[in-house]
């Protein structure tokens, strides 16, 4: 396990891209589209910042995980945790089910993988 900055300086600049996106659009394509697109990427360099994994087998574990959160917006999660009152928790979780933002994360770590392989030469 070795740390890399490049990921986590990418990280950093893709989380303040979200937070700007949550705090300032309510509405719109880069709030509910783009954010959701970039969210699968941020994750993949928060991962990468840590684990070297290759860009496949990462790209496919972020995108169970952003599919099991979006899966979990059917569910009453939020309540049953008793935070369905608290914003931070609602931009993290979400709280409806979209079948478009399975498509955006798709496309994010598609999108992830091929500029990775290209990168490396794969």
Do not use: W
């Not at 684990?51 to 790209?59: E, H, N």
């Amino acid at each position: 396990m070795k740390f890399s900055k490049i990921y986590f300086i990418l990280f950093l600049m893709l989380f303040t891209i979200e937070a700007y996106i949550a705090y300032f659009l309510k509405s719109g394509f880069i709030r509910h589209t783009f954010g959701d697109f970039l969210v699968v990427i941020m994750l993949y360099c928060l991962f990468k910042s840590f684990i070297d994994l290759k860009p496949i087998t990462l790209g496919l574990i972020v995108l169970s995980i952003a599919f099991i959160v979006e899966f979990l917006q059917l569910t009453p999660l939020l309540e049953l945790m008793n935070l369905q009152d608290n914003k931070t928790a609602k931009i993290i979780f979400g709280s409806t089910f979209h079948v478009s933002d399975l498509l955006a994360y798709t496309l994010g770590i598609m999108t992830t993988i091929i500029i990775e392989k290209k990168l490396n030469n794969d």
